[in-house]
C-alpha cells in the first residue's frame, strides 16, 4: 500500500522559513518524481514545484527565488524549503508522486493528506 505522509506545518509569521517533509512507503521512491500542491481556501489547487527522480526542479513563478525542493531517496522523503513566506502561502500543501509529466500535470496516481500552512501578517 503507498502512502504519503507530509509533515511540517504549522502556523508561522510572515517573512519565516518553515521546511515541509514528504516520507513515502510502499513504491520505489527513487524511481518517481515528486511534486507539491497548495490549496488555499476557496481557490483550486495549484502546483508549487516538481522535483525528478534525477533531482532536476521546476518551480510556480510565485515561488520560485523563495522554495527549494530537494529529496533523500535513501529516506524515501521529499522536502520542501519555504522562505520568506507571505500570508497569500497560506494553504494546505500536499505531496505527491508519480511520472514527471503526471506530478506537474496534477494527474499523479498518489497523494498525501496535506499539511496546514498559515502565514501571518
Known amino acids: 500500500q503507498v502512502q504519503l505522509v507530509e509533515s511540517g506545518g504549522g502556523l508561522v509569521q510572515a517573512w519565516d522559513s518553515l521546511t515541509l517533509s514528504c516520507s513515502a512507503s510502499?513504491?520505489?521512491?527513487?524511481?518517481?518524481?515528486v511534486g507539491w500542491f497548495r490549496q488555499a481556501p476557496g481557490k483550486e489547487r495549484e502546483l508549487v514545484g516538481a522535483i525528478t527522480r534525477y533531482g532536476i526542479t521546476n518551480y510556480a513563478d510565485s515561488v520560485k527565488d523563495r522554495f527549494t525542493l530537494s529529496r533523500d531517496n535513501a529516506k524515501k522523503s521529499a522536502y520542501l524549503r519555504m522562505s520568506s513566506l507571505k500570508p497569500e502561502d497560506t494553504a494546505v500543501y500536499y505531496c505527491?508522486?508519480?511520472?514527471?509529466?503526471?506530478?506537474?500535470?496534477?494527474?499523479?496516481?498518489?497523494w498525501g493528506q496535506g499539511t496546514k500552512v498559515t502565514v501571518s501578517s
Open positions: 505527491t508522486a508519480d511520472s514527471f509529466r503526471n506530478v506537474l500535470s496534477g494527474a499523479s496516481a498518489y
Open positions: 510502499g513504491l520505489p521512491f527513487i524511481s518517481y518524481a
